[in-house]
């Protein structure tokens, strides 16, 4: 079966799942970091921060692409 956008909604239910799992696992560390920061040095904490926020702009780019495709075009079966 081919979908008018070429990607079938089931992938992308698959995506927007494992994204939700690493925002959450992010999210964790995030936690985490912001418990134990005081017996870590500054700069890890800083840096290790920068990469989670990096993380989550990523995760907004994925979502931001998977909302354009699903809503500017029907996946729908073509015939």
Not at 26 to 44: G, I, N, W
Not at 53 to 76: D, E, G, P, W
Request: hydrophobic residues 50%; negative net charge; glycine residues 2%.
């Amino acid at each position: 079966m081919t979908f008018l956008c070429g990607v079938c909604p089931c992938v992308i239910q698959e995506v927007v799942e494992a994204v939700n799992v690493a925002e959450g696992i992010v999210h964790d560390t995030e936690s985490k970091l912001e418990e134990y920061k005081d017996q870590l040095p500054t700069d890890e904490v800083q840096c290790i921060m920068f990469v989670l926020l990096s993380l989550f702009v990523i995760f907004l780019y994925i979502f931001n692409a998977l909302s354009a495709l699903t809503v500017s075009v029907k996946c729908q079966p073509s015939a």
